[in-house]
């Protein structure tokens, strides 16, 4: 696609979810607006991350805007758009050359805050976390975002930030995780959830012999 039609659909899909998360402060407005703007900020959610998933992530995200789709990430009322603005995110996190701190920004992110957070939850005695589509994306994401280590940012955040060692705590946990989901029940959410395990294992082990 070309890049101005790329900077078009951004500019207009950013402005609508911008838009409808500045409404969203409006003084107690009706529930069938609420479910409106929620109907719309998911489609908008969705085509932004369709545009940026079928650009390689090439889009002109700013700061301010990365900060805003974080907020919808961290304030999502349910999996569903917290997946697709996981997607928004790790997408544009894969710029390169020249997009570390928004990559440090979004890395430190989705292993905090999206995935560790919900390990944590899935671990408090009697707690479970039905956030599984959410975490499986996200690692998903981290595993194309920190594939080579010639990328850019690799060195300045997978290393520095020490990111290695926090996935290799996450191994555990994961395999929980994955054994609060019926798989009678739920087939493909365990499989996926399986299949990110196992990936997860064998990121950690070529990452740990990557640089070697």
Not at 51 to 66: F, H, K, N
Not at 112 to 124: F, G
Not at 169 to 181: F, H, I, N
């Amino acid at each position: 696609m070309h890049a101005d039609r790329v900077d078009a659909w951004w500019r207009f899909l950013i402005g609508v979810a911008e838009r409808l998360v500045g409404s969203a402060a409006d003084a107690d407005p009706a529930a069938a607006d609420r479910r409106l703007r929620y109907m719309v900020l998911d489609r908008a959610i969705g085509c932004m991350w369709t545009l940026a998933r079928g650009v390689g992530g090439e889009v002109p995200a700013t700061p301010d805007q990365i900060e805003g789709l974080i907020f919808v990430c961290s304030t999502a009322p349910d999996h569903a758009l917290r997946v697709k603005a996981v997607g928004v995110l790790g997408n544009i996190a894969r710029r390169q050359p020249g997009h570390v701190d928004a990559n440090r920004r979004i890395g430190l992110f989705l292993v905090d805050h999206v995935i560790a957070a919900s390990l944590q939850a899935n671990a408090q005695p009697g707690g479970t976390c039905a956030a599984v589509e959410p975490v499986a994306e996200a690692l998903d994401l981290l595993f194309d975002i920190y594939g080579d280590m010639a990328y850019d940012y690799d060195e300045p955040v997978f290393v520095r930030e020490k990111l290695l060692p926090r996935l290799r705590q996450m191994l555990a946990p994961m395999r929980s995780l994955c054994k609060t989901v019926d798989r009678r029940k739920h087939r493909s959410l365990r499989d996926r959830c399986d299949l990110a395990t196992q990936n997860l294992r064998a990121f950690i082990e070529y990452k740990a012999t990557e640089r070697k």
